[in-house]
């Protein structure tokens, strides 16, 4: 509006010292801070962090509640020997959940699995100080979601059971046929013998660039790339990261780094019509 009144004048201070360490950590099913539950920290539980550095999954951990009236002991149980065996098939390290002898596996922790966002345009941390608008590049944006991979193996599980107690509807004869993939040879036995039939076919070219030709080998060719995808990050070791809380002093010491301290002055090499011609979309 034209009445509109300038308030104040902010100086700008950019820096990518942190580059490509700042993200953006979103966690859209999480109701409460991402935070150690005070029953659990009691008992000495802490949230923990890994990455798979190639891939760039990142997963948190975090400990349960133990409290009787808000988690099934018994239900961890079977729980947990379902994740200590998912574990297993995926690779995963399990060596730190070392079990004494004659304990049984728990599920102890809830692990949130990200999954990145792609970013449009630049994002950017921006935290005003002492009158200072200091900003520093968000180079990636993750959301975290309870990874649950575990009750697969309780569902395959419960219909083995069910397919050996006789039912041939619910038995588990591993992965349905890739719908890409052509059917497969039918041989017939010698009492069904028939006599081979002559037909006439006729065979075209199609061009390199034919989509239609190539649609069922280019489906079955990315559902390959996928598989080889998930294999790849399944191989992929996981390395520890040390989850540092907002209060702690290693928190403390990362958020004081987000604040340059260069005065040097900086000069703007464009003009406004190469601003506004570059802004997508305008």
Same mark, same amino acid.
């Given at each position: 509006?034209?009445?509109?009144?300038?308030?104040?004048? #902010? =100086?700008?201070?950019?820096?990518n010292?942190?580059?490509?360490?700042?993200?953006?950590?979103?966690?859209p099913? #999480?109701?409460?801070?991402?935070?150690?539950?005070? %029953?659990?920290?009691?008992? !000495?539980?802490?949230?923990?962090a890994?990455?798979?550095?190639?891939?760039r999954? #990142?997963?948190?951990?975090? =400990?349960?509640?133990?409290?009787?009236?808000?988690?099934?002991?018994?239900?961890?149980?079977?729980?947990? %020997?379902?994740?200590?065996?998912?574990?297993?098939?995926k690779?995963?390290?399990?060596?730190k959940?070392? &079990?004494?002898e004659?304990?049984?596996?728990?599920l102890?922790? *809830?692990?949130?699995?990200?999954? =990145?966002?792609?970013?449009?345009? %630049?994002?950017?941390l921006?935290? $005003?100080r002492?009158?200072? #608008?200091?900003?520093?590049?968000?180079?990636?944006?993750?959301?975290?979601r309870?990874?649950?991979?575990y009750?697969?193996?309780?569902?395959r599980?419960?219909?083995?059971?069910?397919?050996?107690?006789?039912s041939?509807?619910?038995?588990?004869?591993?992965p349905?046929?890739?719908?890409?993939?052509p059917?497969? $040879?039918?041989? %017939?036995?010698?009492?069904?013998?028939?006599? &081979?039939?002559?037909?006439?076919?006729? *065979?075209?070219?199609?061009?390199?660039?034919?989509?239609?030709?190539?649609?069922?080998?280019? &489906?079955?060719?990315?559902?390959?790339?996928? &598989?080889?995808?998930?294999?790849?990050?399944?191989?992929?070791?996981?390395?520890?990261?040390d989850? +540092?809380?907002?209060?702690? *002093?290693? !928190?403390?010491?990362?958020?004081?780094? *987000?604040?340059?301290?260069?005065?040097?002055?900086?000069? +703007?090499?464009?003009?406004?019509?190469?601003?506004l011609?570059?802004?997508?979309?305008?």
């Open positions: 509006m034209d009445d509109d009144e300038l308030i104040s004048v #902010l =100086p700008i201070h950019y820096s010292s942190l580059t490509p360490n700042v993200h953006i950590h979103q966690f099913l #999480l109701s409460r801070p991402l935070q150690t539950p005070p %029953a659990a920290a009691l008992s !000495g539980k802490r949230i923990r890994r990455i798979k550095p190639v891939t999954r #990142l997963e948190i951990h975090v =400990p349960v509640d133990p409290r009787p009236e808000v988690w099934n002991g018994e239900r961890s149980k079977e729980l947990g %020997a379902a994740r200590q065996e998912d574990d297993r098939e690779n995963q390290d399990v060596g959940m070392k &079990l004494r004659g304990e049984e596996p728990r102890t922790e *809830v692990r949130m699995r990200s999954e =990145p966002i792609p970013q449009e345009g %630049a994002y950017m921006g935290v $005003v002492n009158g200072q #608008l200091h900003l520093q590049p968000i180079s990636e944006t993750h959301q975290f309870p990874t649950l991979t009750l697969d193996i309780m569902s599980k419960s219909r083995r059971s069910r397919g050996n107690a006789g041939d509807e619910d038995s588990d004869d591993g349905p046929p890739d719908p890409d993939e059917p497969p $040879v039918q041989i %017939a036995s010698k009492k069904e013998k028939k006599p &081979l039939e002559v037909k006439e076919v006729q *065979v075209s070219a199609r061009k390199a660039g034919d989509d239609k030709g190539n649609l069922q080998g280019g &489906l079955s060719a990315v559902r390959r790339e996928m &598989l080889l995808a998930i294999r790849a990050e399944e191989d992929e070791v996981w390395e520890d990261l989850f +540092c809380d907002g209060e702690t *002093v290693e !928190g403390q010491e990362v958020f004081e780094a *987000v604040f340059s301290q260069n005065e040097e002055h900086l000069e +703007c090499q464009s003009d406004i019509t190469a601003f011609k570059g802004i997508k979309g305008l």
